[in-house]
């Protein structure tokens, strides 16, 4: 309830600010409220005497005036003095500076999490701090996108505008594009920056329409500095929300304010929307995250152990950064897990705990060990077994794989197969070729070839250290 009192006074603050000399609006109704209504009459709180008086004697009519074209049935205002007005833990009275700036002040919501709401009634999700242009680890593959996003920070509103930002899920939009709105935000404390999905923004206007039949919603952004919308391309079918937003952005774009966008693909490639807004987004200045190269998903990984305090052994993060090929989510992920490992059952993780999770989190599928030219304990103990490991990964039989045939599907498996052997039962060429029905330099020549493609072929590589696990790691 004091909740819709306070959004009301706060329209009630707006529509009389401009009515009255700067200075009294500032001084007479800091800290003041309605604190409670009773039929047609409204009661409004001061915390001062003072200010109490003056208003009543003073502005009493043009207040009365505001109130009224808000609320018609409201016929009388009491004013009266309430001493918790202004103090630390209230939250019932309005900072008038932040009307000023066209804002309401940050409120917490029952779920904690913070918002800023315009006086318009635009509502943002208050940027995480956490997500910070500094933190955000540089590499060759979001290099560009992150000085795009300095840029921006440094200059809203200037050369790169708007600000279009794709790329696949989980590589960091998100965190560029909020912390881009920090950095505007620590650079002008009185920005108005707003972040949304692009479905709050649909809400946003699903609401507006069932309120005031949506008149003129670009208005609505008039006191926006920065608008940023993640994931536009979920805008895609919602015809009426494109409109708008078309308008919306135009508002915004002629008076220099700044626009950011993310989405998983180019404008070009966008799917179901509209082509003037697709060519709104090739205004500016596009930019692309992509999946970081080993290096830098290892820098990542050791930023975060530094941001949590934690020390992993090089070679299990060397493991996560090897293994993780689809996002850094998944990588921050995966190393969540082994730093909550650590800190449950005080194990230091170790790659064959890392391997276990990631394990799970494949669901059994696909994944690989790092060969780290180390002595590992086999538990397949003999080479049929390692020949019956190597043929259920590869999907065949065990006679295909010491049969005759040398088709290309079963010769590398094959091949594979006799290496594993070797290396890790250490048996001999002529042992192995008795088990392969072939001589031993057939034999040499495999491992040779499967040592060579160790090197250069990812698969192989992949494939050579998932066997391995599967042989008991
Ligand atoms: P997206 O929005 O593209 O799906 P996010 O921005 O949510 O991706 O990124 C997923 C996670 O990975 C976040 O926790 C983010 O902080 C982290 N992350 C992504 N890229 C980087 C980077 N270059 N440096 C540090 N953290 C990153
Ligand atoms: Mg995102």
Known sequence: MSDSFRDFWIQVLTALEPKIKRSDFLTWFQHTAIVKREGETITVGFPITLSRDWVANRNHSLLFEAIQSLDSTIKRIHYEVDGKLGQPDDLRSVDVNSVLKGLKNVKK?????????????????????????????????????????????????????????????????????????????HRNPNAVVIYMTSERFTNEIVEAIRKQGAKDFKARYRHVDCLIIDDIQFLAHKERTQEEFFHTFNELYDANKQIIISADRPPKELKDIQDRLISRFEMGMIVDVQ???????????????????????????????????????????????AIAQYELEQIT????????????????????????????????????????????YFKLTKSDLIGPVRKKEILLPRQIAMYLIRKDLAASLEQIGEEFARNHTTVMHSIEKVIKLLRKDHKVVRDVNALKQEMGL
Do not use: W
């Open 349 to 392: 993780p170790t790659v064959r705990s890392v391997a276990g999770i990631l394990k799970k989190l494949n669901r059994g599928g696909e994944f690989a060990v790092v060969d780290d030219g180390r002595e590992h304990k086999s538990l397949a103990k003999t080479p049929d077994e390692v020949i019956s490991i190597v043929a259920d």
């Open 291 to 337: 999946f970081p190269d080993y290096e830098t998903r290892l820098a990542i990984l050791q930023a975060k152990c530094r941001e949590h305090q934690v020390l992993l052994p090089t070679e299990v993060l060397d493991f996560i950064a090897y293994n993780v090929h689809h996002s850094i989510r998944e990588l921050e992920g995966v190393l969540m897990q």
């Open 109 to 185: 919501v029952r779920n904690k999490e913070e918002y800023t709401v315009t006086n318009e009634g635009v509502r943002s999700k208050a940027l995480n701090s956490k997500y910070t242009l500094d933190n955000f680890i540089i590499g060759s593959e979001n290099r560009l996108a992150h000085a795009a996003c300095l840029a921006v920070g440094r200059r809203p509103g200037g050369a790169y505008n708007p600000l279009f930002v794709y790329g696949d899920v989980g590589l960091g939009k998100t965190h560029l594009l909020q912390g881009t709105g920090n950095e505007i935000l």
